[in-house]
């Protein structure tokens, strides 16, 4: 007779595995549980539904009903966490919530800067419900308020929320001027000590990072990522990378340049490709039947 069981786990492996998933141990996932933190999921929500409420939401009797709503939302999100001492409570809410309207400020400045720097936009509504980099640039704004005041992981859950559904990585702790720009904006890096100005536009899988932070958390506070001034655009596949580096006001630094030294104002930064050579191959004859691609 067979001892397959039709389903079910058998009763030693299931007190095994009861009992190593929870010890708590000197591990690093042990320790995270201790330390506490928020459901992701909750986290999330309650993000996105201040998004919609700064980036939408014009209806008075509806802001008052959902400003208290989220208030009470974030506080109980905050229970789940180690808060600094002094940081609990009504205040903490107070001092978010009265910062929103400057948030809102700021994102229709990014609508704006979109609108002007995007030909193909046709019209605000776009950017705001279509546009990722909104979605993303929105995202950091709120997330870098949480931040300033202090309160953890929260900020982080909401960035690589963002990070993950538009392939923008903005750190909470960068500080970015007014009317930013982000085009097209897949594989954005932007990290935790970088600055940058006003007026500043940046495209796809550009890099503001670190020089190779190999000594980890003795780098903890250091200013690790560069400083771009205003009027700065850096086009697609540039790398810059370093805390020392500063990139001078109305610079331009063009697609690919790897950049570890800063830049005077002014300066325009590029690859001298090499010289394109287009050959006529003699043993190619031209078909108007077909046209067939051998690479």
Same mark, same amino acid.
């Given at each position: 007779m067979s001892d397959r069981r039709s389903s079910g786990l058998s009763e030693p492996v299931l007190e095994s595995a009861i009992q190593a998933l929870s010890a708590s141990g000197g591990d690093a996932l042990s320790k995270a549980a201790a330390e506490g933190f928020p459901d992701r999921l909750d986290a999330v929500d309650w993000v996105d539904r201040v998004l919609r409420l700064l980036l939408h939401q014009r209806d008075r009797s509806a802001l008052r009903a959902e400003l208290p709503a989220l208030a009470d939302r974030?506080?109980? %999100? /905050?229970?789940?966490?180690?808060?600094?001492?002094?940081?609990?409570?009504?205040?903490?809410?107070?001092? !978010?919530?009265?910062? /929103?309207?400057?948030?809102? &400020?700021l994102l &229709?400045?990014?609508?704006?800067? &979109? !609108?002007?720097?995007?030909?193909?936009?046709?019209?605000?509504?776009? *950017?705001?419900?279509?546009?990722?980099?909104?979605w993303a640039i929105a995202s950091y704004r709120v997330a870098h308020e949480l931040h300033n005041l202090g309160v953890p992981l929260l900020p982080r859950i909401v960035s690589e929320h963002a990070h993950a559904r538009t392939g923008i990585d903005i750190h909470p702790g960068a500080r970015i001027g007014r009317r930013f720009f982000i085009?097209? +904006?897949? +594989?954005?890096?932007?990290?935790?000590?970088?600055? %940058? +100005?006003?007026?500043?536009? %940046?495209?796809?899988?550009?890099?503001?990072?670190? /020089?190779?932070?190999?000594?980890?958390?003795?780098?903890?506070?250091?200013?690790?990522?560069?400083?771009?001034?205003?009027?700065?655009? *850096?086009?697609?596949? &540039?790398?810059?990378?370093?805390?020392?580096?500063?990139?001078?006001?109305?610079?331009?630094?063009?697609?690919?340049?790897?950049?570890?030294?800063?830049t005077p104002p002014c300066s325009k930064v590029q690859i001298e490709p090499p010289r394109l050579q287009v050959q006529r191959d003699g043993a190619c004859?031209?078909?108007?039947?077909?046209?067939?691609?051998d690479i």
């Open positions: 974030l506080d109980r %999100i /905050l229970q789940t966490v180690a808060l600094p001492p002094g940081l609990r409570g009504a205040a903490l809410l107070d001092r !978010f919530f009265a910062r /929103l309207p400057a948030v809102r &400020a &229709a400045e990014d609508v704006e800067a &979109a !609108f002007d720097g995007d030909p193909a936009a046709k019209s605000y509504a776009e *950017i705001v419900a279509a546009y990722p980099a909104i085009d097209h +904006g897949t +594989g954005v890096v932007i990290g935790e000590t970088a600055e %940058i +100005g006003d007026r500043c536009v %940046i495209y796809q899988g550009v890099t503001l990072g670190a /020089l190779a932070p190999r000594k980890g958390q003795v780098l903890r506070g250091v200013k690790r990522h560069p400083t771009l001034e205003d009027d700065v655009t *850096i086009y697609a596949g &540039a790398t810059i990378l370093g805390g020392e580096t500063v990139i001078g006001r109305g610079s331009v630094i063009g697609g690919n340049v790897w950049l570890t030294h800063s004859q031209e078909r108007a039947d077909q046209l067939v691609w």
